[in-house]
Structure formats: structure tokens, C-alpha cells
């Protein structure tokens, strides 16, 4: 399984970005797909998942209301659409794909390369 993440890149707070994951190779219908983010100096913590064939998503508190994922099952890609960006959000963003809720680190199965995502002031 290889999981490309990209979409990245600087933008001014209050402004959006989106991050788009696309799996190739072998995956499960039953392991959902989902962000994480890992921002300067500290842990890589959960941000967002959906699961692969229902369409049920989660989310961190920290994000609720600003970013939404969503999933196109025929391209194998999931979204991530960042609103409202703030400098908090600065970040390198990992897509993740693991067992629904797939909301903590040591449940991932697979990770994608990361891609950086800068929120300026």
C-alpha cells in the first residue's frame, strides 16, 4: 500500500488550503482513512478520519467546524478541506490509513510522507 499525500503549502491565517491522499496498491474496504498532523516540536496527534465505504467521519475538537473530509472511492483519494486556518494549524499533515475510528497513532496501519502545511500570522 502507498498512500501520496500532497497539497501543502504557506498561507496567511484566516485563509484554506486542500490536502489530497491517494492510495495505490492493496487496501481494505474495511480500514478507514484519516489525517494526522505533527507540528513543530511536539507529537503527531489526530486530526481527522472517514471511514472507507460508510462515509462516517470524526474529528478532532481542535478542528470541528473549520476542516472537512470527504472521500472519492473511484480515484482511491481522500480530501482534506482546511478552513479558517490559523498559525496553531502549522503543522506537517500525514494521511493515514487504519481501523475505523483510526484516531490514535498506534492503530495506523500505514502512513503516507507527510506534507507541510504553514499558517502565517
Known amino acids: 500500500v502507498q498512500l501520496q499525500a500532497s497539497g501543502g503549502g504557506l498561507v496567511q491565517a484566516g485563509g484554506s488550503l486542500r490536502l489530497s491522499c491517494a492510495a495505490s496498491g492493496r487496501t481494505f474496504s474495511t480500514l478507514s482513512m484519516g489525517w494526522f498532523r505533527q507540528p513543530p516540536g511536539k507529537e503527531r496527534e489526530f486530526v481527522a478520519a472517514i471511514s472507507w465505504s460508510g462515509g462516517s467521519t470524526t474529528y478532532a475538537d481542535s478542528v470541528k467546524g473549520r476542516f472537512t473530509i470527504s472521500r472519492d472511492n473511484a480515484k482511491n483519494t481522500v480530501y482534506l478541506q482546511m478552513n479558517s486556518l490559523k498559525p496553531e494549524d502549522t503543522a506537517i499533515y500525514y494521511c493515514?490509513?487504519?481501523?475505523?475510528?483510526?484516531?490514535?497513532?498506534?492503530?495506523?496501519?500505514?502512513w503516507g510522507q507527510g506534507t507541510l502545511v504553514t499558517v502565517s500570522s
Open positions: 493515514a490509513l487504519g481501523p475505523w475510528p483510526n484516531n490514535r497513532v498506534i492503530l495506523v496501519n500505514y
